[in-house]
């Protein structure tokens, strides 16, 4: 500070600002450090000890070294491979789809937007179930109409193959991808793009230089985000890979855990730390990637997205999102719809057909108090999330805040983790918690791990979007005197607000999907639907399980109706 | 009202003397029933730890033992491996919720050598249980799961189904075979150790030259034998056929008998509902719930109830059987299947 001799010196003055903004730091580091460091420390415990916490036993590093051997390296190559196969053409997919629906206009644009995204909101299962009665080599659908029509009687398609788990795959990553990316397309600043070609640039270098340029963030995270969840998928490769003997990392965990004598789950967490250091590696790549380039497509100036007229060829992508939705949605949706109304899925007969399912759901109170508590656990468990997560996007991209880096490394941990481990993670940190906050064996207890299962999706979901936001949006408020809260809430989640409500409803789903941390942590009274489902699906009923399913569709209808009215009222109220 | 201290007491006392239910035991062990009886009312419910998801068995008992008690039986229900890792973890912290395991044999053996049990004390319908199926100081017999073999009834005549576990070797049957993984904890790891052990491994060698799909998804594929992707699956548990009414399958119980797993149950250590847990264990023995067992296509551990079983299920519920797995043996067994399976 500099002094002047003569001039009264100020009195060191108390700094509330500097001082509040410290103490919601420390708050921000201590909440994500207790949702999400706690529980892989006690897997990092699990993973170098002998035995599981609360029992006697050494310290070793067993797990890690059973982790390199030359099988787990084989398989490990095989996972990422899948992965990343599944992650390219999913993206590739997810972003021509997102501009067909985006950018161009291509008739039914609205609809088409709800219909691509459906097949994410399916339980993988059941889908799994109608893939393998479509496209098994003996007697799937597919191949019986292909032997029908040419007399081959090689199967034409093999769901219990590589291309068969990556297609599966694909049936979720698509639409999820979608979902991420399709915001980020919708509010480009077209003047940009127009500056391109009027510098003589061609469209596509246009589109590839600036449109996907400036995309970089969302893209990057959108990208990173599937592929580990890719490298942690575990139904497709369970039901279409093991049986073939394809195996990866989550199989080979799955089978230390539940096809041992005792599980060994020294070895399990073992290896599920190994992939997180790999994973990191990518999230490393994306800081550099994005290190001092600015993103901006969203600033004070207003704006309509420029709209491609694509003439004739808007009926050929028409016919491509028809083509899709088609594929990844009528296809297995018909199956559930169609075989709910039968008395077994797959056996077309009138004299099978009845309403038995809709009726023993309907009077399955069990599946009510599971879907109020789920819904309860949803709603606040998507709000809590985006709200956190929105928080420490906002730390992450507009502050030099010298914790970002912690705060992002710890919003990932979860994302790293697969879900059957960091499901006995939460079990361990809730039911051993010292002290006498008595967290395992309460509703809470769920509600702790969704959050902290779906932070890392809502702090990208909003670094994305504020990466988009120009600095003088955020000004402009506070040099009128808004406070921080109010510039926060007013300016920054009112312009991100598309990318909440996206990220919301995609953690609500995920939230009422999950299984692996519920099923360690309901207790009778508190249990959720994802349980319920498992447990009408262990007894052989799937057709009720495609009712519940078809509700949840229904359920994603309203959603996406309630959202888009929210998004469009917010935008013409900012 | 009974403590959990006093009912230890009297078990370690007295154990034998409960399990065989002497007469001269009978009157006192009355007026302490009854005491036990009004102290687990008392408690008001009792919940189960149930590692056979979805099992249709539970709800009914749970809706008979509220009707004769008044107590209401919960069911918390997880597969076996993650049941088994909440209950050693809810033991490690000493924040126990459960009362009572209903798992299969191996899987509570292991979970006894753990510690995770508490004495049940004594049990009025302790002598019930017929040979080979007996009751300890920890663990009461349930029922039990035989298997068999599913046809697609269709695709296999009648005189062509298999009706040994060995005509399943016939090469007729080779790429035609679905088969539950017996790599893996479940019914194909209990039929590989009961046939290991009876008809040598030169019968799984050939088995495997059968190049059967083997996977983890029993009701999916139950389904696939019907729809006729394959027209043999096993092993089969026998009591799945009255789900499949309507379908075009058929169960075969092979000529040397059925293996098969025995389903217990046991009190956890600390249940915070001790009195109804010992309650229900003697319930599960009374014929009123093995004749439910018995009527759902499960074998009981108790004898008599020829009479009360429906036509439809008694050939299942008297299902002649083969033998059961030894838990000490299952690590070495799976390492076995994986070596001959691979």
């Known amino acids: ?574 | 009202m009974l403590t959990r201290r006093s009912v230890l007491r009297l078990a370690a006392l007295t154990p034998l003397a409960f399990a065989a239910g002497p007469a001269a035991a009978q009157a006192p062990m009355d007026a302490e029933w009854k005491k036990l009886v009004d102290a687990a009312k008392k408690e008001g419910k009792v919940v189960v730890y149930n590692g056979a998801v979805g099992t249709p068995t539970l709800p009914k008992i749970a809706a008979a033992f509220e009707a004769r008690y008044g107590i209401r039986m919960e069911l918390l229900e997880a597969r076996a491996s993650e049941l088994r890792e909440r209950i050693r973890t809810e033991q490690a912290s000493g924040k126990v919720l459960g009362d009572v395991s209903h798992n299969g044999s191996t899987t509570t053996a292991l979970q006894l050598a753990d510690g995770t049990f508490q004495p049940h004390g004594p049990l009025p319908n302790a002598g019930k249980p017929a040979a080979p199926f007996r009751v300890d100081e920890i663990r009461v017999p349930i029922y039990v799961i035989p298997y068999g073999i599913l046809v697609n009834s269709e695709m296999v005549k009648p005189a062509e189904e298999p009706k040994s576990w060995k005509d399943v070797l016939d090469p007729r049957w080779k790429g035609q075979i679905l088969a539950d993984d017996m790599r893996a904890l479940g019914g194909g790891a209990v039929f590989f150790m009961v046939t290991y052990q009876k008809f040598g491994r030169e019968f799984h060698e050939k088995l495997a030259q059968q190049q059967p799909h083997m996977n983890r998804e029993l009701r999916g594929n139950y389904r696939r034998i019907a729809r006729g992707e394959y027209p043999v699956y096993l092993p089969f548990g026998l009591a799945d056929i009255l789900e499949l009414k309507g379908l075009p399958v058929k169960v075969v119980i092979a000529a040397e008998g059925a293996p098969y797993v025995r389903f217990d149950g046991a009190v956890f250590k600390n249940a915070p509902h001790p009195n109804a847990a010992r309650l229900l264990l003697d319930f599960f023995m009374s014929d009123e719930v093995q004749t439910i067992f018995a009527n759902l296509g499960f074998p009981p551990v108790i004898g008599g109830l020829d009479a009360k079983m429906t036509a439809e299920a008694r050939p299942l519920a008297q299902a002649k059987l083969l033998g059961t797995t030894d838990p000490k043996l299952q690590e070495e067994m799976l390492k076995l299947a994986k070596q001959i399976y691979k």
């Not at chain 1, 390296?73 to 196969?85: A, F, K, Y």
């Not at chain 1, 995270?221 to 890979?241: M, Q, T, Y």
């Not at chain 1, 080979?252 to 250091?277: C, E, K, W």
């Not at chain 1, 040099?479 to 007013?490: I, N, S, Y």
């Open chain 1, 1 to 574: 500070m500099i002094t002047l001799e003569g001039v009264v010196r100020p009195v060191a003055t108390f700094d509330a600002v500097a001082l509040g903004r410290r103490i919601g730091l420390a708050v921000l580091l201590a909440t994500l450090l207790v949702l999400t460091a706690y529980p892989m420390a006690m897997l990092l415990y699990g993973s170098l000890h002998t035995t599981p916490p609360g029992e006697p036993g050494t310290f070793s590093l067993d797990g890690y070294r059973a982790m390199l051997g030359r099988e787990n390296t084989i398989v490990l190559l095989n996972t990422i491979g899948i992965s990343l196969v599944k992650t390219v053409l999913a993206m590739t997919l997810a972003l021509f789809l997102a501009w067909i629906v985006a950018r161009t206009d291509t008739p039914y644009r609205d609809t088409l937007e709800v219909l691509i995204t459906l097949p994410f909101y399916i339980p993988p299962i059941l889908t799994a179930m109608a893939w393998g009665m479509l496209a098994t080599p003996k007697g799937g659908l597919i191949n019986l109409a292909w032997t029908g029509l040419t007399g081959i009687r090689a199967p034409l398609v093999n769901v219990y193959s590589y291309g068969g788990v990556v297609w599966h795959m694909m049936q979720y990553s698509t639409p999820f991808l979608f979902l991420l990316i399709v915001g980020a397309f919708k509010s480009m600043d077209p003047s940009l793009e127009e500056s391109s070609r009027m510098s003589g640039a061609s469209a596509w270098t246009t589109f590839r230089r600036v449109t996907l340029g400036l995309m970089l963030p969302v893209t990057t995270s959108a990208f990173i985000l599937s592929f580990i969840r890719g490298v942690e998928s575990f139904e497709s490769a369970l039901i279409f890979g093991a049986p073939v003997g394809i195996d990866v990392i989550t199989t080979q965990i799955y089978s230390l855990i539940n096809h041992r004598n005792r599980p060994d789950y020294q070895q399990a967490t073992a290896l599920a730390f190994g992939i997180m250091v790999l994973m990191f590696g990518l999230v490393i790549w994306q800081w550099r990637l994005l290190g001092g380039r600015s993103f901006f497509t969203v600033t004070g100036k207003g704006y309509t997205p420029r709209v491609a007229r694509l003439g004739r060829w808007r009926w050929v992508t028409f016919a491509v999102c028809v083509l899709f939705c088609a594929v990844t949605v009528g296809l297995p949706v018909g199956q559930l719809l169609i075989g709910s109304f039968f008395k077994y899925v797959g056996f077309y007969r009138v004299s099978m057909l009845t309403m038995e399912h809709y009726q023993a759901v309907w009077q399955n109170r069990l599946v009510w108090r599971a879907l109020g508590n789920t819904l309860l656990l949803g709603l606040l468990g998507a709000t809590a999330t985006m709200l956190l997560g929105g928080i420490v996007a906002y730390v992450i991209i507009r502050t030099r805040s010298r914790i970002r880096r912690a705060l992002e490394l710890l919003a990932w941990l979860p994302w790293m983790m697969p879900g059957m481990v960091l499901g006995i993670g939460f079990l361990w940190a809730y039911a051993l918690l010292p002290g006498p906050i008595q967290l395992y064996g309460t509703l809470w207890a769920l509600l702790v791990a969704y959050v902290t299962l779906g932070t890392p999706l809502a702090v990208r979901t909003m670094s994305g979007a504020f990466a988009q936001l120009a600095h003088d949006l955020e000004e402009c408020s506070r040099v009128h005197g808004a406070p921080w809260w109010t510039t926060f809430r007013r300016i920054l989640m009112a312009l991100a607000w598309p990318s909440f409500a996206v990220g919301w409803i995609l953690i609500f789903f995920i939230i009422l999907r999950e299984l692996s941390a519920s099923v360690l942590l309901y207790t009778v009274g508190n249990e959720v639907l994802p349980v319920v489902v498992m447990q009408l699906w262990s007894e052989g009923k799937a057709e009720q399980v495609s009712v519940i399913a078809l509700g949840m569709l229904a359920l994603v209808f309203l959603f996406r109706f309630v959202e888009r009215r929210l998004v469009r009222t917010h935008l013409n109220w900012s």
